[in-house]
Each structure stands twice: as structure tokens, then as C-alpha cells.
């Protein structure tokens, strides 16, 4: 299974970033796919899911309401999106696609964890500052 990011780049507060992810693999419908993130001296922290039909998604609190997490099919290759809104500087870092396994990405309950991840992508850099 594959994953290629991109989008990324650097924005004024307030401003907003789409970043998408293509996945292409035999195995994707046993995955949800996500977003993740890393910052400066800080753990990799969930930011967003959403389940292998597209029915059900997940958002971490710090971001509800800014961000929309969407997935389009097309043959084999599924792309994932987030549109980022209202970005903030603490909002920079190293965003990474992932693989979650068992296809974990239930609305309302907690975030799954990266122990569940099985592939990542490369990562884009997303810089929010004045």
C-alpha cells in the first residue's frame, strides 16, 4: 500500500491549506485513512480520520471545526483530503497520511491511536506564521 502527499506549504494565520494523499494498494478497503502530525520538539498526534466506505470520521478536539477530512475513489486509487481552515501557528508540522488498521475510525469515540497505524506517508510540511 502506497501513500504520496502533497499540498503543503506556508500560510498567514487565519488562512487555510488543502493537503491530499493518494493511496493506491490491493489492500485499501481493510483501512481507514487519516492525518497525523508532528511538530517542532513534539509526539506525532491524530488530527483526522475517516473510515474505508467514507461514512464515518473522526477529529481530534483541537481541530473540529476547522478541518473537513474527505475521500474520493476512483479505479483503484483512493484519494484522501483535508481542508484546513482558521490556521493557527501552533497548526505547524510535519503532516503525515496513514494506514489505519481494522479500518478504526468510529465518530465519537477516541482518536485511534498510531500503534494502529500499518503505513505512512512521507510526511508535508505545513508552516502557519505572521
Known amino acids: 500500500l502506497q501513500l504520496v502527499e502533497s499540498g503543503g506549504g506556508s500560510v498567514h494565520p487565519g488562512g487555510s491549506l488543502r493537503l491530499s494523499c493518494k493511496a493506491s494498494?490491493?489492500?485499501?478497503?481493510?483501512?481507514?485513512l487519516g492525518w497525523f502530525r508532528q511538530g517542532p520538539g513534539t509526539t506525532r498526534e491524530g488530527v483526522s480520520c475517516?473510515?474505508?466506505?467514507?461514512?464515518?470520521?473522526?477529529?481530534e478536539a483541537f481541530v473540529k471545526g476547522r478541518f473537513t477530512i474527505s475521500r474520493e475513489k476512483v479505479g483503484d486509487t483512493v484519494t484522501v483530503s483535508l481542508q484546513m481552515g482558521s490556521l493557527m501557528p501552533e497548526d505547524s508540522g510535519i503532516y503525515h497520511c496513514?494506514?489505519?488498521?481494522?479500518?478504526?475510525?468510529?465518530?465519537?469515540?477516541?482518536?485511534?491511536?498510531?500503534?494502529?497505524?500499518?503505513?505512512w506517508g512521507q510526511g508535508t510540511q505545513v508552516t502557519v506564521s505572521a
Open positions: 475517516i473510515n474505508s466506505a467514507g461514512s464515518a470520521t473522526n477529529y
Open positions: 496513514a494506514a489505519i488498521r481494522f479500518d478504526t475510525c468510529d465518530e465519537g469515540a477516541t482518536f485511534p491511536s498510531s500503534y494502529l497505524v500499518s503505513y
Open positions: 494498494g490491493s489492500i485499501l478497503g481493510l483501512y481507514a
